[in-house]
């Protein structure tokens, strides 16, 4: 008997669901599993480390830094390299081998550590750089940096990258990459870079650099 009431209470719990179904209803998403601390920092390891350093820090001026960066970003760029969305031959490599898990994992375990300060390598340009970052230029409707990714450059989470202290190589290839319409995920940043010419995206990265 207590079999039997099991198997119509749930046969009675199914019908609701079935009829949400089939009448076109959205079914609730699953949670997303909580990121996995031990399992990110092995992936990472495995996988990053030789390019981006052992704690993010990375220190080829070519490879961005990663350390302390939002985690919501960082999953929706190795999405976007394994999508091909975002062009660039290895990142899509070492993307195509992660797991949606293991990008979650790794993008919250690299959120946990503590990001190295930078600094601006050219005086003659850093001042037009704080001016842009800051202020922009008005009389060419470029919008100042700051606006998005907040005067220290720590960004804003699930919406903009941190950019304090990056390498100013790095930040010069992605805003040039996003004038000439190599980088295309994101409108925004291509809108902004279309603007600006290559010393004044020279000033900008520079100032990043610098920023703390």
């Not at 119509?8 to 079935?18: D, E, H, K, Q, W």
């Not at 949670?31 to 480390?49: I, M, Q």
Request: aromatic share 6%.
């Amino acid at each position: 008997m207590k079999l039997l009431a099991s198997l119509l209470m749930a046969a009675a719990l199914a019908v609701p669901a079935a009829s949400a179904l089939a009448a076109g209803e959205t079914p609730a998403p699953q949670k997303a599993a909580k990121p996995d601390l031990v399992k990110g920092e092995a992936s990472y390891a495995a996988v990053c480390a030789a390019c981006h350093a052992a704690d993010g820090n990375s220190t080829i001026a070519a490879n961005p830094k990663l350390a302390q960066q939002h985690p919501e970003y960082l999953v929706k760029q190795l999405q976007e390299f394994k999508a091909g969305k975002r062009a660039d031959p290895i990142m899509q490599g070492m993307a195509a081998i992660l797991s949606e898990d293991d990008m979650r994992n790794v993008s919250w375990w690299l959120a946990s550590k503590q990001a190295k300060e930078g600094f601006a390598k050219d005086k003659d340009l850093v001042a037009m750089g704080e001016r842009i970052y800051r202020g922009g230029i008005q009389e060419r409707n470029i919008a100042a940096c700051a606006g998005c990714h907040s005067p220290n450059g720590s960004g804003i989470p699930a919406q903009y990258p941190r950019l304090s202290g990056q390498h100013a190589d790095y930040t010069v290839k992605q805003l040039v990459d996003f004038r000439d319409g190599k980088r295309g995920n994101n409108v925004q940043m291509r809108d902004v870079a279309a603007k600006l010419n290559d010393r004044e995206i020279k000033a900008v990265a520079d100032y990043i650099a610098g920023l703390r």
